[in-house]
């Protein structure tokens, strides 16, 4: 991208290309893109939780935006930052902008981007927030810019339109409609879909789609842990998968063990991702770092499937993080 704005006569992209179709977000896309369109809607951030699809929706709309921005959308990940000084360092790279002599890159970022029509996606904000302001002084420079931001929190600057993105489509449990019905859900799809890419002759049928139904909405219609769990079909049909009891909560459902550990610089925050090394039975792993720079986990299977992947702190096989289930001796 070196030097593309400079003389920039195409449009351009870096966005990565996905490596799975986006399900059950046609509104929401249509939506953002809607908003994206008003004049003066130039700082557009899309909240929610961690593993809500805040990135994969960004994603979309940034491609189905590209002919609405002359000079291109360019895509800036900022989960592995924690330095707010390092925004828009970070941008400029993004944009191919070089340092030149004294200037700072506020400087050079503004210069080349003043009298482009441009579309930034800012993703996982949550980590510099304090950047926020600087995100302010970026736009009244530059009148034609627009700013896609994808954060758990609102920067709250003035200027800012929201837009919470919502969990996937869940049927209700009390209610449920005929088998293929179910599969209408887009939880469900997204389940089928991610558990026919594990296991190609995988099918739902009368005998699992409620499993599948109850899997989803325990999992509370979030796009990261479905796609988790339905990995998980290699092993287990999805009747074994849940760890029924009374009605456990959906952090034990997530994951074997929900991790609470330091990033490598200390810093905390960050989308749940998952932890290649962890000797899991069930289920895949989310891990949460720590403000406190030191490991955490809380575990709803027998602690001895743990002790290789972190140091726990539950003795007892139960999550610590709530009471309301104790495994079976089966499931050890």
Not at 28 to 54: M, N, Q, Y
Not at 55 to 72: C, I, S, W
Not at 229 to 234: D, F, I, L, S
Request: aromatic share 4%; glycine share 6%; net charge positive.
């Amino acid at each position: 991208m070196a030097d593309r704005l400079g003389q920039l006569n195409v449009r351009f992209h870096n966005l990565p290309a996905p490596l799975t179709p986006l399900v059950g977000r046609e509104q929401e896309v249509a939506a953002v893109c809607a908003l994206l369109r008003h004049p003066e809607v130039r700082l557009l951030t899309l909240t929610g939780t961690g593993g809500v699809g805040k990135t994969r929706l960004g994603l979309e709309v940034g491609t189905n935006l590209l002919a609405d921005f002359a000079d291109g959308v360019c895509f800036v990940p900022l989960a592995p930052m924690s330095d707010a000084d390092l925004v828009i360092p970070t941008i400029a790279q993004a944009l191919g902008i070089k340092e030149a002599g004294e200037r700072t890159f506020a400087d050079l970022l503004q210069a080349q981007v003043r009298e482009k029509r441009l579309l930034l996606l800012l993703d996982n904000f949550e980590q510099v927030l304090a950047a926020a302001a600087r995100l302010s002084a970026l736009l009244a420079d530059c009148p034609q810019l627009k700013l896609l931001v994808t954060s758990r929190a609102v920067l709250h600057i003035h200027g800012e339109h929201e837009f919470p993105v919502p969990p996937l489509a869940l049927p209700d449990l009390a209610h449920l409609p005929e088998s293929e019905a179910l599969a209408a859900y887009a939880a469900v799809t997204l389940f089928l879909h991610c558990a026919q890419a594990a296991r190609p002759d995988f099918q739902a049928t009368p005998a699992n789609i409620r499993a599948i139904a109850e899997i989803c909405v325990r999992l509370d219609g979030l796009p990261l842990a479905i796609e988790l769990a339905a990995a998980r079909v290699k092993l287990l049909p999805p009747q074994a998968m849940p760890p029924y009891g009374s009605k456990p909560c959906a952090a034990c459902l997530r994951g074997a063990i929900i991790c609470s550990m330091p990033r490598s610089n200390g810093s905390s925050g960050g989308s749940p991702s998952l932890c290649a090394a962890a000797p899991w039975k069930r289920w895949k792993v989310f891990i949460r770092h720590s403000a406190k720079g030191q490991q955490r986990c809380w575990t709803g299977w027998p602690p001895s499937s743990t002790r290789a992947c972190c140091d726990h702190r539950s003795r007892r096989g139960r999550s610590r993080a709530c009471s309301c289930w104790r495994p079976s001796a089966s499931m050890g």
